[in-house]
């Protein structure tokens, strides 16, 4: 048999198209992603301009997880397949081995499903990417485009710190109202209270969701420009750079550096001065390998001495020392432990940490989380054991096996070296490398942001400007500029034959490689204590950088290219195309057509629940209910919203009762540990029992059942433990009723000390309300034994 026939200059010419073309659309996630909030819900509610668009999200996985697939199928059906199997590799698989056992034993299985390919989709990216960047113009290129974002992220980060910040402030003391309901906050409540201390507290988080965020993402940035910069000042003397170059470089590294200051993140800070220690040790040691391995060894067997520490102190304080930040990560990562014990091998499911941290949080606890704010107690809680070693096998061995040297790159089916990229080449891949984000900004920022409440012609053109424009050309001049630096003069020939050539530093170096190793290393130590690195944003960054250590380091190369013989060729071939055809139809059909179904009926749901007509609204949310069989989203909304409008008159409340029933009923069999479904269970049942006095014990019996259920699953919620109480002492069921008075005054009192503790010299604030715990204080005193007179 014989092998598939020798490449010709056509095929070359075909996959290096190909291979530029899957590097421009990756460069342009990596675009959106870190210039569009992609919030968690939890998270997105609470933060005002924040969009949870999961059909978006999903849109922009699918690119990054089927580009590989797409890649390697050209590449088997032409005969030029080449693998070597690595750690980064074994890695992926267990993560992915992981995300499926824990998404099958997920209590909800679409958020798991949504949040596993979110997560993964970097991950998958990065083997691809590290195969792309095979010229140093496309190293450069990805290190100018991470530049450029944070000299983008900076801005924004100014404009909030400087102007936004303080506009919404003043909206806020003038008008709460206007804040407070887009985001369905009700005045008076604890929502309201924390979200009335971040806009007091002027949070500057660029395009992310928090100032943590901001500050992991402004980490890459620094170091990616300390990298560029250096190679600089190292030719500086070979290579007539022009100093207005220089000054150019230097300005992108302040920018990107006040971009991080201006967060005021103190960890990411604080790991950004870590980091900067360590790149100082690697470049005055000789034996770098040697040295960055006993500093990596070090980090991990420092957190893992820290563990019992820091476990001894918070389990005999009840905290860490510190502010309130350190107070509450305590208060996480106590529950989370509990709750990965509980979950070791399975987890809770991606996607489920926030319904699942209601039945391990702290009963005085201020806040419900969506993340332990710890990226491996976060993937322990969510994918156990296995995700994790996936992970740190992932992360980790790429950072160890790096020689932090840089031999020439070159690939043995193209022969371009790194320092022979031709000028007019890098022009134009860099040209395209900027266009194609900034035209896909100009696209669909309109459409994630739309302009809301403007009306006029001067509202609009001022939302253009600022929301639609001003990113796409901060990024556009940013990435121009710093182009621009790499630029040098190459003198060639002597005497009268001496010729002026224009090119561009393109070389990468060791700075290049301890650059990249530091600002990875940062972002992992800064994440112990936040869970920046799992937005999308971040990781995609963070990935990104990883592949480009890798590529500089030739870690991930086959060293023999491997020609199977045709029918074993043509059977991979067959099997990779078929392989992408079923995770297309899957994908598809499982993951983001029933996504965009129901979310788009429930958003057309919105308007008339909005204008009270309420018919239509159930109509649409009973389709989206029909539209995506997994999510427990829109049945919920369904009956919470017959519950509303039970006393009006719109339909009969038997009817009315019928349906908001059948609606919970369908959530608590998709989402089976959310209590909020069985709360308002608890709540249609009592009403039973008051319009049908005969069967008033069944239906108080039901009602009871339910709210233990929810109990059972949130047993920190101060009111569930009051409303299960009222519904035991209908019942006569004293003793029931009084321990769930007094767990209820049990639970509120402990969250006002420990409001106090947090927020001393402020008034007191109650989570109950004043007026159910007066009358769960009262009900304790009457069903208390009297004891009998003297």
């Not at 990596?30 to 849109?59: H, K, M, W």
């Not at 996985?61 to 750690?87: E, H, V, Y």
Request: glycine content about 4%.
């Amino acid at each position: 048999m014989t092998g598939p026939k020798i490449k010709t200059v056509d095929s070359d010419r075909r996959f290096s198209l190909l291979d530029n073309a899957l590097f421009v659309c990756i460069l342009v996630v990596i675009v959106l992603r870190t210039t569009f909030t992609e919030a968690p819900s939890a998270q997105a509610s609470q933060i005002s301009g924040a969009i949870n668009d999961t059909v978006y999200s999903l849109c922009l996985s699918a690119i990054l997880i089927f580009a590989p697939l797409l890649w390697l199928t050209a590449r088997l059906f032409a005969g030029r397949f080449s693998f070597k199997f690595t750690p980064l590799h074994l890695g992926l698989a267990i993560f992915l081995i992981a995300e499926v056992i824990a998404t099958f034993y997920a209590s909800n299985k679409r958020s798991a499903i949504t949040a596993s390919l979110t997560m993964l989709a970097p991950l998958i990216m990065t083997p691809l990417l590290a195969r792309l960047l095979d010229t140093s113009a496309k190293i450069k290129i990805l290190l100018i485009v991470i530049i450029s974002l944070g000299g983008v992220a900076a801005w924004q980060s100014a404009e909030q710190y400087f102007v936004s910040n303080n506009i919404m402030l003043e909206q806020y003391k003038n008008d709460p109202e206007s804040i407070l309901q887009p985001l369905n906050i009700q005045p008076g409540s604890l929502n309201h209270m924390l979200l009335e201390h971040r806009i007091i507290s002027k949070d500057v988080r660029a395009f992310f969701t928090t100032s943590n965020s901001a500050g992991s993402f402004a980490i890459l940035a620094v170091f990616a420009s300390i990298a560029l910069f250096a190679e600089l000042l190292k030719i500086r003397k070979t290579s007539n750079i022009q100093l207005v170059n220089l000054i150019l470089a230097a300005s992108a590294l302040v920018i990107v550096l006040f971009g991080l200051i201006i967060t005021r993140s103190k960890g990411a800070i604080a790991a950004f001065l870590i980091a900067l220690v360590v790149l100082a040790m690697l470049l005055l040691i000789k034996h770098r390998k040697l040295s960055k391995n006993i500093i990596l060894a070090g980090c991990v067997i420092g957190f893992l001495t820290l563990i019992p520490v820091i476990a001894s102190y918070g389990l005999k304080h009840g905290r860490l020392p510190g502010g309130n930040s350190m107070l509450v990560r305590w208060q996480y990562w106590h529950a989370s432990a509990k709750m990965f014990l509980d979950h070791p091998f399975t987890g809770v499911g991606p996607g489920n940490f926030t319904t699942s941290y209601r039945l391990y949080k702290p009963p005085e606890a201020l806040e419900t989380v969506s993340d332990p704010h710890c990226f491996v107690l976060s993937t322990l809680t969510q994918l156990g054991v296995l995700g994790l070693a996936g992970f740190l096998i992932f992360v980790l061995t790429p950072l160890w096996k790096t020689s932090l040297a840089c031999p020439e790159l070159s690939r043995r089916d193209d022969p371009i070296h790194l320092e022979n990229t031709p000028a007019p080449n890098f022009k134009k891949l860099a040209f395209i490398s900027a266009l194609v984000p900034v035209i896909a900004m100009l696209i669909l920022r309109p459409f994630l942001l739309p302009p809301g409440t403007a009306s006029s012609f001067d509202e609009k053109l001022y939302v253009f400007f600022t929301d639609y424009l001003a990113p796409a050309a901060a990024f556009a001049v940013a990435f121009g500029l710093i182009a621009k630096s790499l630029q040098i003069t190459l003198i060639t020939g002597s005497g009268k034959s001496r010729q002026w050539q224009i090119a561009f530093a393109l070389q990468n170096t060791s700075l290049t490689s301890i650059s990249l190793f530091a600002a990875l290393l940062a972002v992992l130590i800064h994440n112990l204590i936040d869970f920046a690195i799992f937005e999308s944003g971040v990781l995609i960054s963070f990935c990104a950088l990883l592949a480009c250590l890798m590529s500089l380091n030739n870690t991930h190369l086959p060293s023999i290219v491997h020609r199977p013989s045709s029918i074993v060729h043509r059977l991979l071939s067959v099997l990779c195309l078929l392989s992408t055809v079923l995770c297309l139809f899957f994908f598809f059909t499982f993951a983001l057509l029933p996504v965009a179904k129901s979310t788009s009926l429930i958003n057309q749901a919105r308007r008339p629940m909005s204008l009270g007509q309420y018919l239509v609204a159930h109509n649409i949310l009973d389709a989206a209910t029909e539209a995506d069989q997994l999510s427990p989203d829109a049945p919920l909304t369904n009956g919470r919203l017959y519950l509303q409008h039970f006393n009006s008159p719109i339909m009969p409340q038997q009817q009315t009762l019928d349906g908001a029933e059948q609606a919970l009923f369908i959530a608590a069999q998709r989402n089976p540990n959310d209590s909020r479904c069985f709360e308002s269970l608890a709540e249609v049942y009592y009403i039973r029992s008051r319009l049908f006095p005969d069967q008033n014990e069944m239906w108080l019996n039901s009602a009871l059942n339910s709210i233990q259920n929810a109990v059972s699953l949130y047993p920190g919620e101060a009111d569930s433990h009051l409303r299960l109480a009222q519904i035991a002492d209908e019942l006569n069921q004293t003793d029931l009723a009084l321990k769930h008075y007094q767990k209820t005054v049990e639970i509120e009192d402990g969250f006002r000390e420990m409001f106090k503790q947090m927020y001393p010299g402020r008034e007191v604030f109650s989570r109950l309300g004043n007026d159910k715990y007066s009358l769960a204080k009262q009900r304790i005193q009457n069903l208390l034994p009297k004891s009998p007179q003297p």
